[in-house]
């Protein structure tokens, strides 16, 4: 899973402040589309949590209702809250962001495209 985990961190250090992108959104991004709960298990073993420069910023990936973790992570859910309200995340309730005004939404090329790859034929461009 290092390979994966890794290319996980890379995207999600990508999020800008301000947004959020669920978990599925992240695992298409890296091009395992079937892989979100993965992803999760990547942002549970995130060596670098936080908001500085060259962190992985997992606080701004939730689930794909918009709603924020219950568990363990982050401290909690209200650490994650507070952390995406830090950054003007706006919610619709106690547990939900805002998806419609705050989803940040990768490309295809969210890793960059490896160039030994016809991709044309292989994503139906």
């Avoid at 992240?26 to 995130?46: D, L, Q, S, T």
């Amino acid at each position: 899973m290092g390979a994966f985990f890794d290319k996980v961190h890379e995207v999600v250090r990508r999020i800008p402040r301000g947004c959020v992108s669920t978990y599925g959104d992240v695992a298409r991004a890296v091009g395992e589309p079937r892989k979100a709960r993965f992803v999760g298990y990547a942002m549970r073993a995130n060596p670098s949590p936080g908001q500085g420069e060259g962190d992985i910023p997992c606080h701004r990936v939730v689930f794909a209702d918009g709603s924020i973790c219950e568990g363990f992570a982050f401290g909690g859910p209200d650490v994650q809250r507070a952390l995406l309200e830090s950054e003007s995340v706006p919610f619709l309730d106690e547990l939900h962001v805002d998806l419609d005004k705050c989803r940040w939404q990768f490309t295809r090329d969210a890793l960059g495209r490896p160039t030994d790859i016809d991709w044309a034929a292989e994503m139906d461009d």
